[in-house]
């Protein structure tokens, strides 16, 4: 029940960041979004990090946190850049193939799995797999203005692939770790590697509109972290495929909020989704 738990409430948190961010970034781009929600997260996580206590690290550790937050940080600046091109009810469903790489590598590496729940695992896979070869082919005229969604498919494989070793690697660092130092190392990579340069460019923007947005962002990326490194101890595969959930949220939550519309594929893809998630949380209770 605790991987239920975690991954979706690392859902959740995951689609209201994708929601956020996608405005964020075409309000100031990507590149500064990402710096300003590593940084929020960064300070977010401190206190945490005081409270665990003081941890010590052997190779293997440290190994596992460096592809975790090289992985995370990566992987949002592609999504980032994705969101500035393409609708979030495209772009979010292809991202959330995260969670089925992981699941797939963490089978791989023995983590064992029942019959049925593999079997709702993989309906939940085809239903993300169904919103996502919806993507360029049914794109719908609306009032989002979005006009160059093959260039945003491309980032958004790109946020996935690095995204699903990084979720992987993100489980390992939580079995062994409090899960605050599970989302340390992206906050960190993140403030070195794209902030600190933005800031000594004089090129790290915010506007008034973006702020309320990239704190959002900071904090919603930081809690589904933590949510999901916490679901992950009892389970990485079932956390990492229903933290990937936070695409039908996101896609719903666009229809009402960004004015994009949902093509009858992605509509189908989605309620495919939400029914297996029923089914698996019904098997694991």
Known sequence: ???????????????VAALCSA?????IGSTATLAWAMLIGLVAISPL????GPVSFDRAELAWMGLSGLGNVVGLLAVYRAFQFGKVGIVAPIVSTEGAIAAVVSVAA?????VAAGVVLGAIVAGVAVVAAAGSADVVE????????????????????????SLYATGQVGATLPAAWAVVPARLIGVLAVAVP???????????AAAPLVLAVGLAEVTGFMSFAVGATAGIAISAVLASQFAAIAAVAAHFLLGER??????????????S?????????
């Open 1 to 15: 029940m605790i991987a239920i738990l975690g991954g979706l409430g690392a859902a959740l948190a995951w689609a």
């Open 23 to 27: 405005r964020a970034s075409r309000l």
């Open 49 to 52: 990090l005081l409270v665990s």
């Open 110 to 114: 023995g983590e064992p799995l029942s």
């Open 142 to 165: 609306d009032r989002s203005g979005i006009r160059h969604q093959p260039i945003a498919t491309v980032f958004a494989i790109t946020a996935a692939l690095c995204f699903g070793l």
């Open 198 to 208: 933005l800031v000594l460019l004089s090129r790290l923007r915010l506007t008034r």
């Open 262 to 275: 949902l093509s009858a594929r992605q509509a189908a893809g989605a309620a495919t989704i939400v029914v």
């Open 277 to 285: 998630v029923a089914l698996l949380t019904a098997l694991q209770a």
